[in-house]
């Protein structure tokens, strides 16, 4: 399986202020995801992350508010840009691995997740 | 557009005992995977068991079991000898299988499982 590390894995932040999440593979992968877990919920696909691309946003998901990178096919980020209350959830990022990658089967594994409280 | 269902809010077991999780889901694809994750208060998404829905077999993992009952729609996982470690949300999700690219996965609601000492 792909092993993924997420930083930080914490943080408070301010409102009106942005934070950067870090996604890192320990294989090259062909996609990655960024998901929201809001408080008590389910996981929540913010968009698919594209090497080369563009990310691929989910509806109400837009890209000034989530600009994503992916510069390679080991590495991600996720801005949560002008921050409030309500942005406070766990962001999870996901690898996604072929049956001719790293892992050997189309599924998708995670990473710890960055738990992000915003005042 | 798929949904998945998990209509156990929350479960609670004795150590040692078989506890089962119900999953259901709708689409009208033939080709698609079926997956349960484990997230345990470390928030961390494991995976526990993957099935492949060209697939008859039940698959397996150790205590893990899966019936999958492809025209109902069913898709429950069991857990054999339940382990305090296995305390935790326990989500079922949803994957087409892809023609091109990757596809997201849809989750359930989860599931909150307890295993009592």
């Known amino acids: 399986s792909a092993v993924i590390s997420q930083k930080p894995s914490r943080d408070i932040c301010q409102r009106g202020t942005s934070l950067t999440i870090q996604c890192q593979v320990d294989?090259?992968?062909?996609?990655m995801f960024w998901y929201r877990q809001q408080p008590g919920q389910s996981l929540t696909l913010i968009a698919t992350?594209?090497?080369?691309?563009?990310?691929?946003?989910e509806s109400g998901f837009v890209i000034d508010k989530f600009p994503i990178s992916r510069p390679n096919l080991t590495f991600s980020t996720l801005t949560v840009s002008n921050m409030s209350p309500e942005d406070s959830s766990i962001y999870l990022c996901?690898?996604?691995?072929?049956?001719?990658?790293?892992?050997?089967?189309?599924?998708?594994?995670f990473g710890p997740g960055t738990r992000l409280l915003v005042l | 557009a798929q949904t998945v269902t998990q209509s156990q809010p929350e479960m609670s077991v004795q150590e040692a005992e078989t506890v089962t999780l119900s999953c259901t889901y709708d689409?009208?694809?033939?080709?698609?995977?079926l997956f349960w994750y484990k997230q345990p208060p470390s928030r961390q998404m494991i995976l526990v068991i993957r099935?492949?829905?060209?697939?008859?077999q039940n698959a397996t993992e150790n205590r893990f079991s899966v019936n999958f009952q492809k025209a109902a729609k069913s898709f429950s996982l069991k857990i054999s000898d339940s382990q305090l470690g296995d305390t935790a949300m326990y989500f079922c999700?949803?994957?087409?299988?892809?023609?091109?690219?990757?596809?997201?996965?849809?989750f359930g609601q989860g599931t909150r499982l307890t295993i009592n000492p």
């Open positions: 294989s090259q992968v062909t996609m």
């Open positions: 999700a949803f994957m087409k299988r892809p023609r091109q690219g990757a596809q997201k996965l849809v």
């Open positions: 992350a594209n090497q080369g691309s563009e990310a691929t946003y």
């Open positions: 099935q492949e829905a060209y697939k008859q």
């Open positions: 996901s690898a996604y691995t072929l049956a001719g990658e790293p892992g050997g089967q189309e599924t998708q594994y």
């Open positions: 689409t009208s694809e033939n080709n698609y995977y």
